[in-house]
């Protein structure tokens, strides 16, 4: 086997991560932009990067579908790699959102693919927990927030695409499992040790669902009130509580699942804008900036090093023994 055969064949569906975090960057700066006056427009050369670079990565996991169907279906059905499928349905999502004012009718069927795409694979994922014979409690880790969640993203196009009914069923979906997944999530980590080296990123993940969650009742509401201030403050101390943590995250080794500190830091910061925007207090236009300066710094350092791993060809390489891998040792591809 050629050397990039073996690395088509390792392609991991992971790699959409930086597609949900470019996306967020972009949708920031996008935002910032506009709320915070800046002289200048970066973010229609991020969109464009983003959107190629998300092409380019459908057309090489479609090759890896085509040429190792049986490695694709080996990650639909992988306890921990399973979370990462909806990494592309939500890539559609967010750049739908991105293109939402510039590109209105390309948005239009961005999200209608990503929406109807999501929910198939979120009915797929919660068929597979409840007649399960292979998850145990090492499985979880917050990247399961991800798959149902991750419906709380449609209402952000959705309200301007589809009756706002359609948007509301979506919010109220990720709604509902957000604390469900939390209260599980809480009880692993406490109660049943600390996640795999490589799965530690995924932590930053718990400020995604309160943080998108303000974004998108903001989004059906048309307001700030005391139920979206709720979901923006428990993003904000999410943020703080990793943030707290950060001496584990910089002993690190480089795992695609660094990208997790990328998507919810974009969505914190977006949220932050539209407080600034609706409140008017200084204090938030400061976090904001603040907020896109660390995005910006995470984001380029995240780049910096995918591309370093890339061609020191250690992405897509197969893991030492990976196909007799059991279920209580899940490891995610990189």
Known sequence: ???????LKSFPIAWFSL??????????????????GLGFSISPLLL??????FALLTVLYAAKAAKYPQEV???ITHPVKLAFVPTFSIGLLLIS?????????????LWSIGTVAHLAITLYVLSSWIHHTKYEIAHLNPAWFIPVVGNILVPIAGVHHAPVDVSWFFFSLGLFFWPVLSAILFYRLIFHGSLPERLLPTLFIFIAPPAVGFVSWFNLVGEVDAFG???YFVALFFLLLVSSQINYFVRIRFYLSWWAYSFPVAAVTIATLIMAKETGLALYFGLAAVLLALLTLIVAGLLARTALAVSRQEICVEEHGAGSVPVTAPRLAA
């Open 1 to 7: 086997m050629s050397d990039k055969t073996s690395r």
């Open 19 to 36: 597609i949900m975090g470019l996306a967020g960057f972009t949708i920031a700066w996008s935002r910032a932009e506009q709320i915070l």
């Open 48 to 53: 464009g990067f983003t959107a190629a670079l």
């Open 73 to 75: 279906m080996g990650e």
């Open 97 to 109: 959102i991105a293109f939402l004012h510039s590109a209105p009718r390309l948005s239009f069927w």
């Open 229 to 231: 201030r709720v979901l």
